[in-house]
């Protein structure tokens, strides 16, 4: 009996999550549900200033007059905001050298594939483990301190760096710009700071990785990145989360500045917990994450989405200053009962400012997988230019794939392009691989990787190795 | 009956028809509790977004009278009429008995009557509209105060031509239209919508209800042209299988028009094309809608839309394609390019795709900008001066979408009135 | 030794009989030379054989090696060493032509046991075949197929042939769409590939190609069924004639 399609789905099916585990480390905790007094007591925990426990109480004010959004094309379970623990940190807060921190949490990183030592020694990445809500271990701080270069907790920058953090927090994500922005406002517990100073190239790519661990423990990072006039930085992101039954909500906001000249490179691979092959559990992944580009300045976005249950995310760029650029480069996959809106905005307000966007859907099993993107075009933004490039591609007859694109322009000078393509897996290309002695698992693989080179390539070596990686394991038992 | 806010923007609906009328007719009646319920559309319903109607329904609005009104009769005389087609014209709404005709007794085109739809046309009738949700349905269905029905029996092949004329300032006037294709029918109309000069602030909402049956063919090509008027027209279509449908919209030099052109293909092997050429300017609004919902396997369809806006005018293009579950093999395709002739003017696209089936190829291709550079300077490097090289081009790029139309002497009025509006 | 015999093959597609029969025996060392006109089932007869799942085997059997060939899955029959160079090579966007031939490559040597090949040996193997087909080694960087011209495309099929190495290559109308030299660099790449220990099959409309890939044995293919057998010359007079006279004569 040959291998077939059906074999391979069946196979797979029970593949367990790799990354489904769970880490034994005691962690301090604050009492369930969200009131004004859990907002100064995260706050209070947090030794922060009056003017950011203020800034959190009016995003908290904010957020009790909001309601959540129902424009995407998802399917929301009421969830229940009174139900979640707001702030989690591991007990051990300070480690004076590697050596202090926890086996168990090396552990851990090495099964992520992310042993510190691994990678400080070998691939020369600053690393920022975000574990639940604190940051446990930075890297190379002092070689970046040589240079200027600030990569910190949120929180030490709120301690060590207030007058940045109060010139930019906030000003490309205000409190009050969607519900879950308000939210993560309000109860963010950490996350990571970073500042290029002008003219300077940042040597490393800087990475954090965050991971869930807490049952029922919400996470909400706060990230802020500031590149100064004419300098480089190449951010990676990556997540993994354990297994649990639980549906876990994670609202992030990260906000980007890209000052005269800079250009700010944001990577993220993604791949919470998507909940098991009935679509019971997994992660809500609701992010806002948006930057500013000044003059001349670039801001790329590269996503490689194939976790979380829920994801609403749409990674934008405002193109305020003339000749700056936004670049949006995703590959969203979605199998099982897994949901995903996601997309981009490319606001074009300065002169002469250009955007391009590549999308690679797929979707397989019972998932839906949408796509959805605003292209700007303002009444001075002279000579804007943008290229939009959308596919979808499905497997088997039970998912979807959408398309949802908002072309607005007011300039006559400007050129928007968009293309898009929905279609499944292509037979012939299947057979030219068989015929070739491929087996139909591999030449899926291959063939899938190749629909999302385009994106691929744009990760950095070391994220794009791990990403194909994920692409195989999130659409295995997906064939069809 | 509630009672309405009297704010509410629908109780100038209710001074100006009498309930009392209404209530006798169930259907209307229904209608007008549905519409108690459903707010008039605002810019945060999706389908709205770009398009704002609040300040139309605001306006105050009369009713037609029962005598046909004397019009300039000259503007018939500009249209591309063809005297050996069956014509009904409508002067205000009202059915002009001395300028229509019927060639061919064998099929019904009447005039719309609520008795004749009881009679013979109850199976269909307002089974399309959506009273329930659609703001602009409920209100037709209960107020419709014109329109026509047009039955063809099988295997007959009809050309009918539609003449709606507006001589009244300030009318209200809520055409209602049924089309029925028997089997093996073919129908083609042309409907023009028109005003005598110098009329304005009138307000159309037009529903018509087309059914299609197996192996039936409608062609309905739409001339909107009516000044400083506004029109809202909603057609549902009713493919079944082996069906095609296939309509052109010629949409503009008026002030604010909404089309909605909304298909079920509920049957195998169906063909849609949705074609239109909008041109904007002034203050002009023109929103073209198109949802083409695909429930069954084997289909086609082709949206081609080509829009230029000018001064401080605005154009919208939302069309939409849905491929239900287990709708296999559809291959369904979207074209629109839009041109902004003004940096005042607005562009608004949303070339939207939902699948729920694998096997199938649907793409879009949305693009806005200015005029080919290269091809202009081809033209100018010719010795054409820029101006007349630009005109070239834009009525060149409009007339991408009426290759399609099967009547050679409307294709050349409308290739000829775009000529004339991009003077 | 037998290669591949055909016996009393019939193949449908929706339901109508392309194959009405087809017999064909092809031992090592031979070319086989497939010819006919349009429509008469030639490209059915590869689709088939390569184990294309659109076709119907109604009647009949084919063994490859001994082995019952309906038997194998498409990749197992590859990895037997049966190769076809399709008539319309197919277009992978995104995956070079290096990284498929070393997926393909190492994918047939576990299906025979054997160790995957190790980088600077496939690099040295690609180098060595890339030569026999005269083609530029650039093109080990492109994406498969993905906007190569006819017969960039063509001489691609040839080259993956050379490095898959092949007991069997079914050559399907490899010469349409190739302008003279093309056609001699692909035959001369197919001609050095030739040992007394593999088999080619060259389907092809026109004699053109038997100029530069003399066959031992041409077969004319009509209306699903060989009609007749012949030497090389037979080519010659199939080409003189044209097909009609075998209509007639069937």
């Known amino acids: 009996m040959a291998y077939t399609e059906d074999n391979l789905k069946e196979d797979l099916k029970n593949k367990e999550y790799e990354f489904g585990f769970t880490t034994n480390i005691e962690t301090e905790k604050i009492p369930k549900g969200l009131n004004e007094d859990i907002v100064k007591l995260i706050s209070k925990k947090k030794n922060e200033p009056e003017w950011l426990l203020e800034w959190r109480l009016n995003a908290f004010r904010a957020w009790q007059k909001m309601t959540p959004p129902k424009w995407a094309h998802l399917k929301i379970p009421e969830i229940d905001y009174q139900d979640i623990i707001y702030y989690a940190a591991p007990k051990t807060k300070k480690y004076e050298s590697w050596d202090d921190v926890e086996p168990e949490l090396k552990e851990t990183m090495e099964k992520l594939g992310i042993s510190l030592e691994e990678q400080q020694r070998l691939t020369g990445v600053a690393v920022d483990f975000v574990m639940d809500s604190v940051s446990v271990k930075t890297s190379f701080k002092e070689k970046l301190q040589e240079l200027g270069i600030i990569f910190c907790s949120f929180s030490e920058a709120v301690q060590e760096h207030p007058e940045l953090v109060k010139k930019y927090l906030g000003t490309v994500v205000p409190t009050t710009d969607n519900y879950f922005a308000a939210l993560n406002s309000a109860v963010f517990s950490d996350g990571s700071f970073c500042y290029i100073p002008k003219g300077v190239r940042c040597p490393m790519e800087l990475s954090t990785y965050f991971r869930i661990n807490e049952a029922n423990t919400g996470q909400f990072e706060r990230t802020l990145v500031v590149a100064d006039e004419g300098s480089y930085v190449s951010y990676l992101e990556g997540c993994t989360a354990p297994m649990r039954d639980e549906n876990q909500l994670h609202a992030a906001v990260v906000e980007l500045i890209a000052l005269d000249n800079a250009e700010i490179k944001y990577s993220t691979v993604q791949n919470w917990y998507p909940g098991d092959e009935e679509g019971k559990g997994g992660i809500y992944n609701f992010v806002t994450k948006r930057g500013i580009a000044h003059h001349n300045a670039k801001i790329s976005w590269t996503q490689v989405e194939t976790g979380s249950a829920i994801t609403w995310k749409y990674p934008s760029t405002i193109l305020k200053g003339d000749n700056s650029t936004g670049e949006f480069f995703s590959v969203a996959v979605t199998n099982n009962y897994q949901q995903a809106d996601t997309g981009t905005k490319m606001i074009h307000l300065g002169k002469n400012t250009k955007s391009t966007i590549i999308s690679k859907g797929i979707s397989a099993g019972f998932s839906q997988n949408a796509y959805r993107g605003l292209v700007q075009v303002h009444r001075n933004a002279h000579n804007a230019r943008n290229y939009t490039q959308c596919d979808s591609l499905l497997m088997g007859d039970k998912c979807g794939a959408h398309t949802f694109p908002y072309i607005e322009v007011k300039n006559k000078s400007a050129k928007v392009e968009h293309e898009a393509t929905t279609s499944k897996i292509g037979e012939d290309q299947i057979f030219y691989c068989l015929q070739r002695g491929i087996k139909e698992e591999k030449a899926i693989s291959l063939i899938v990787n190749g629909y999302c080179h385009e994106v691929l390539e744009n990760l950095p070596m070391e994220f794009a190795v791990e990403a194909k990686k994920l692409l195989e394991i999130s659409l295995e038992g997906s064939v069809g | ?423 | 030794m037998k290669l591949l015999e055909v016996k009393n093959l019939h193949a449908a597609i929706d339901g109508n009989e392309i194959l009405k029969g087809i017999n064909l025996t092809v031992n090592e060392g031979e070319v086989h030379a497939i010819m006919g006109p349009n429509g008469s089932g030639k490209s059915t007869l590869s689709a088939v054989l390569a184990g294309k799942d659109d076709y119907e085997i109604t009647e009949g059997e084919v063994l490859f090696k001994g082995k019952n060939l309906f038997d194998l899955e498409p990749e197992e029959r590859a990895a037997e060493g049966l190769f076809l160079a399709f008539q319309y090579p197919v277009e992978i966007p995104g995956v070079s032509n290096m990284n498929f031939l070393k997926t393909a490559v190492n994918e047939i040597r576990e299906y025979k046991g054997l160790e995957p090949l190790s980088a600077k040996d496939f690099i040295k193997l690609i180098k060595e075949k890339a030569k026999l087909v005269e083609l530029d080694p650039k093109f080990l960087q492109r994406a498969v197929n993905e906007g190569f011209s006819g017969g960039e495309k063509k001489r691609n099929e040839i080259f993956q042939m050379a490095v898959l190495d092949p007991k069997l290559a079914i050559l399907d109308e490899t010469d349409s769409g190739l302008d003279i030299d093309a056609l001699r660099i692909v035959a001369n790449g197919v001609n050095k590939l030739r040992r007394p220990d593999n088999a080619t099959i060259v389907i092809t409309h026109y004699q053109r190609l038997l100029d530069y890939i003399v066959p031992d044995i041409v077969h004319v293919l009509y209306n699903g069924k060989i009609v007749k057998t012949g030497d090389k010359n037979f080519a010659m007079e199939l080409e003189e004639k044209g097909y009609d006279w075998i209509k007639e004569s069937v």
């Not at chain 2, 006798?24 to 007008?32: H, S």
């Not at chain 2, 307002?126 to 105060?145: C, E, G, M, P, S």
């Not at chain 2, 008027?229 to 052109?248: E, F, P, R, V």
């Open chain 2, 1 to 423: 009956m509630e009672t309405l806010e009297k704010n509410d923007i629908k109780s100038q609906f209710l001074d100006l028809f009498s309930t009392e009328d209404i209530s006798k007719n169930p259907v209307r009646y229904k209608a007008l509790e549905h519409l108690m319920h459903i707010p008039a559309p605002t810019t945060k319903d999706e389908f709205w977004r770009y398009t704002r109607v609040n300040k139309l329904l605001k306006k105050n609005y009369q009713l037609p009278g029962y005598e046909v009104a004397e019009f300039d009769q000259s503007i018939l005389k500009k249209l591309p009429l063809n005297n050996e087609e069956s014509t009904l014209v409508f002067v205000n709404g009202v059915f002009a008995k001395d300028y229509s005709k019927i060639v061919n007794a064998s099929i019904d085109l009447i005039p719309f009557s609520d008795a004749l739809v009881e009679q013979k046309y109850q199976s269909f009738y307002n089974k399309l509209a959506n009273n329930q949700k659609r703001f602009f349905d409920a209100v037709n269905t209960a107020f419709h105060n014109s329109g026509y029905i047009l039955g063809v029996p099988t295997l007959s092949n009809e050309k009918v031509q539609i003449i709606q004329i507006i001589t009244n300032d300030n009318l209200l006037l809520i055409p209602r239209n049924l089309i029925l294709a028997d089997t093996g029918a073919k129908i083609t109309i042309k409907e023009f919508f028109i005003n005598q000069s110098g009329v304005e602030n009138a307000l159309i909402n037009q529903l018509s209800e087309i059914v299609l049956m197996p192996n039936s063919t409608c062609n309905y090509y739409k001339y909107q042209n009516l000044s400083n008027n506004a029109l809202i027209d909603t057609t549902h279509i009713l493919q079944n299988q082996d069906s095609a449908y296939n309509t052109h919209l010629a949409s503009y030099n008026t002030a604010f028009i909404r089309n909605n052109t909304l298909v079920q293909s509920s049957g195998e092997n169906t063909t849609t094309t949705v074609n239109g050429a909008t041109l904007t300017k002034e203050n002009e609004h023109i929103d073209q809608h198109i949802f083409i919902d695909h429930q069954q396997p084997n289909c086609y369809s082709n949206q081609l839309f080509r829009t230029i806006a000018d001064d401080k005018s605005t154009a919208v293009f939302n069309g939409k394609v849905m491929v239900r579950q287990d709708a296999q093999k559809i291959n369904a395709f979207q074209s629109n390019a839009n041109i902004l002739l003004s940096d005042f003017a607005n562009i608004y696209a949303k070339p939207e795709l939902e699948i729920y089936a694998d096997d199938v190829k649907c793409s879009h291709g949305s693009s806005t900008g200015q005029l080919d550079e290269e091809a202009l300077f081809y033209l100018r490097a010719r010795g054409i001066k820029e101006k007349t090289a630009q005109k070239m081009l834009i009525s060149a790029f409009l007339n991408d979408t009426i290759d399609n139309i099967e009547d050679d002497t409307y294709t050349a009025f409308i290739s000829q009135e775009i000529e004339q509006l991009i003077q």
